[in-house]
């Protein structure tokens, strides 16, 4: 533990997918890392012979190294999770839409007004007449936010990640969040930036969920960012 910066271990270890109990950890690279930072790869091995590859990034401090940050190889983002039973009606228009690689924002069919999020009456002039019409997937970065701690088992090993709520031009400046890619290890947001949509598949099946990508920014440097495999 003295390897850790002293505020952010239990963090750090809480938020890797590690075997348990580990059997054995071999280093297998060891490279630079981003400004002074150095980075070493290791391999996590179980009493099974699973075993879980994970990069720990070390920094100068008080005249010697300490890990800043750990995670996971291939770096993943987490999955969405859905009630049992399927969408609730009020959104299913939306979710449906996205499994067929399209974005769907909720419309008043009387005043013309974008709604965002669902609900069963129109905000402005009440009516009950709501649809979902397409529009285009980009827009601009109003908020965002990282995450470090999982806050669910099934988080582990997929932190840290950025939530992005970006503001829809074409769809009357109502604002959609989904998680940016790729990892906040190869790209850092700011306000107002630019944003496509992409649709990646995940879980079994035909679904596909939403992720924003700055525009014009290249993928992942461990070159994981989307689809159903490693870079989910």
Same mark, same amino acid.
């Given at each position: 533990?003295?390897?850790?910066?002293?505020?952010?271990?239990?963090?750090?270890?809480?938020?890797?997918?590690? =075997?348990?109990?580990?059997?054995?950890?071999?280093?297998?690279?060891?490279?630079?890392?981003?400004?002074?930072?150095?980075?070493?790869?290791?391999?996590?091995?179980?009493?099974?012979?699973?075993?879980?590859?994970?990069?720990?990034?070390?920094? %100068?401090?008080?005249?010697?190294?300490?890990?800043?940050?750990?995670?996971?190889?291939?770096?993943?983002?987490?999955?969405?999770?859905?009630?049992?039973?399927?969408?609730?009606?009020?959104?299913?228009?939306?979710?449906?839409?996205?499994?067929?690689?399209?974005?769907?924002?909720?419309?008043?069919?009387?005043?013309?007004?974008?709604?965002?999020? =669902?609900?069963?009456?129109?905000?402005?002039?009440?009516?009950?007449?709501? /649809?979902?019409?397409?529009?285009?997937?980009?827009?601009?970065?109003?908020?965002?936010?990282? +995450?470090?701690?999982?806050?669910?088992?099934?988080?582990?090993?997929?932190?840290?990640?950025?939530?992005?709520?970006?503001?829809? =031009?074409?769809?009357?400046?109502?604002?959609?969040?989904?998680?940016?890619? =790729? +990892?906040?290890?190869?790209?850092?947001?700011?306000?107002?930036?630019?944003?496509?949509?992409?649709?990646? %598949?995940?879980?079994?099946?035909?679904?596909?969920?939403?992720?924003?990508?700055?525009?014009?920014?290249?993928?992942?440097?461990?070159?994981? +960012?989307? /689809?159903?495999?490693?870079?989910?």
């Amino acid at each position: 533990m003295a390897d850790f910066l002293p505020d952010r271990w239990q963090q750090i270890l809480a938020s890797l997918d590690l =075997p348990i109990p580990v059997t054995d950890v071999v280093v297998t690279a060891v490279r630079p890392g981003a400004g002074f930072s150095v980075e070493t790869l290791l391999r996590w091995t179980g009493p099974d012979g699973g075993a879980r590859d994970v990069r720990l990034r070390w920094v %100068p401090y008080e005249g010697s190294w300490r890990v800043q940050q750990a995670r996971n190889l291939p770096a993943r983002l987490p999955d969405p999770v859905f009630p049992e039973g399927g969408y609730p009606p009020v959104e299913a228009g939306h979710w449906v839409a996205m499994n067929q690689g399209e974005l769907r924002v909720q419309r008043c069919s009387a005043c013309r007004t974008w709604i965002w999020g =669902p609900r069963h009456l129109c905000p402005r002039c009440r009516s009950f007449e709501l /649809g979902y019409a397409p529009v285009a997937a980009e827009g601009l970065i109003f908020a965002w936010t990282r +995450t470090v701690q999982p806050f669910e088992p099934s988080m582990a090993g997929r932190v840290p990640f950025v939530v992005a709520l970006v503001e829809l =031009p074409q769809a009357g400046g109502v604002r959609v969040a989904a998680l940016l890619e =790729p +990892t906040p290890d190869a790209v850092t947001p700011a306000i107002g930036d630019p944003v496509d949509g992409h649709f990646v %598949p995940f879980g079994a099946g035909d679904r596909k969920i939403l992720r924003w990508r700055l525009s014009g920014r290249p993928g992942d440097a461990d070159g994981q +960012t989307g /689809g159903d495999h490693d870079g989910q």
